[in-house]
């Protein structure tokens, strides 16, 4: 694996299939106009500080900015697909795209990295089961119920409850993904919205991009009891690096400044995503004027460990969020920093075979078995 460090990667970095649950690069290239491997200050991901990783497969996300709710959703989500899938083929030496666990072991054979769709908001699919099977023909394999807007169907934790969780058609939409063998994606949702799903659920339930609440009380993460929930439904969290699910100072700062007059334009949210270009500049400058304490790696480690303690190991992964914040913890900057988070969870006690699972195995159990579920 390449690196721009001195600093020795652990084996088992260089021999774990390492999945990112969720990257939100695309959107960043669609609103900064450039390519993977060209030169962006915005960059927390390109297509160098990919391959030093050592990440096997990442999730790029197709991220519908909830202004697109009723204004054009879908055909949104199918520009950033188209967008993925081309930039995925700029770079046949060193990606490829994949749809299916089995694509993600071989990619690890051949030394590339896989890159994966999964659609970032239930809007997306402008309540249409036929516009959910179309996305997953094209390739995504996971679908965030919401974002941090409530839509149609499904209460996010980010915005008023106005369904007690799922609504009928939510349900369905829920047993849609599962006769597909589409993981279904309970980060962003509501408490009540989460528990709903678990109870409509055939196949497991993913968080692709959560942290754990107990250690940080913003409302997007996890509480214990929805960890060992996600434990006995068979599922995974993969754990958020965003400084403000990780560290709660941040999130305190961060839910203090947002209790102002919410802007029309986004659609309710009152996490940080804007719903476009303008928005997201701005969104920029506000987060730089808070003076937010900064975040370390260890506060990640500290919440995969936890999730670790209260879920069990089989039942965490990493889902960095990279492109999708404003602010990640020291050491994680970049997704070059990775192998230095793989270092920590070592030298915090878990063994070899644990942070391989935590690492990626614990995904491709789970992603295997929804596929089975189908």
């Not at 390492?18 to 390109?46: F, K």
């Not at 403000?244 to 940080?272: L, S, W």
């Not at 937010?292 to 209260?310: F, K």
Request: include cysteine; aromatic fraction near 8%.
């Amino acid at each position: 694996m390449p690196t721009s460090t001195t600093e020795t990667v652990p084996a088992v970095h260089r021999r774990a299939i390492i999945v990112d649950g969720h990257c939100d690069t695309p959107y960043r290239m669609l609103r900064r106009n450039v390519h993977l491997d060209e030169h962006d200050t915005e960059a927390q991901v390109d297509l160098r500080t990919l391959l030093e990783s050592g990440i096997t497969a990442s999730f790029f996300a197709a991220y519908v900015p909830p202004y697109y709710a009723g204004r054009g959703a879908a055909k949104f989500a199918y520009r950033v697909i188209d967008l993925i899938r081309s930039e995925t083929a700029r770079y046949p030496n060193q990606l490829t795209f994949c749809s299916d666990a089995a694509g993600i072991r071989e990619t690890k054979s051949h030394n590339k990295t896989a890159i994966m769709i999964g659609i970032e908001g239930g809007h997306a699919i402008e309540d249409s089961l036929d516009t959910l099977r179309d996305f997953y023909r094209l390739g995504a394999r996971y679908m965030t119920l919401t974002h941090v807007n409530t839509n149609n169907w499904c209460d996010s934790s980010g915005d008023g409850e106005r369904h007690g969780g799922l609504t009928d058609f939510g349900r369905e939409v829920v047993h849609t993904m599962n006769d597909l063998g589409m993981i279904v994606d309970i980060s962003h949702v509501s408490d009540a919205a989460f528990y709903a799903a678990v109870e409509t659920t055939r196949a497991p339930l993913v968080a692709t991009h959560s942290s754990c609440r107990a250690l940080c009380r913003h409302p997007r993460n996890m509480t214990d009891d929805m960890l060992r929930a996600l434990a006995r439904n068979g599922g995974i969290c993969m754990i958020n690096f965003f400084s403000a699910f990780v560290n709660d100072d941040v999130a305190q700062v961060i839910m203090k400044a947002q209790k102002r007059v919410r802007d029309i334009r986004t659609e309710g949210g009152t996490e940080e995503l804007p719903n476009d270009t303008t928005d997201w500049d701005e969104y920029l400058k506000w987060f730089n004027t808070l003076g937010c304490p900064r975040a370390t790696m260890e506060d990640v480690a500290n919440h995969v460990l936890h999730a670790a303690e209260v879920a069990g190991v089989d039942h965490v992964g990493i889902g960095s969020d990279f492109d999708g914040v404003p602010a990640l913890p020291d050491d994680l900057q970049t997704a070059a920093g990775l192998p230095r988070l793989t270092a920590r969870l070592l030298e915090r006690g878990l063994s070899e075979k644990d942070v391989e699972k935590i690492l990626g195995e614990n995904f491709l159990r789970v992603f295997e078995e929804i596929e089975g579920a189908r």
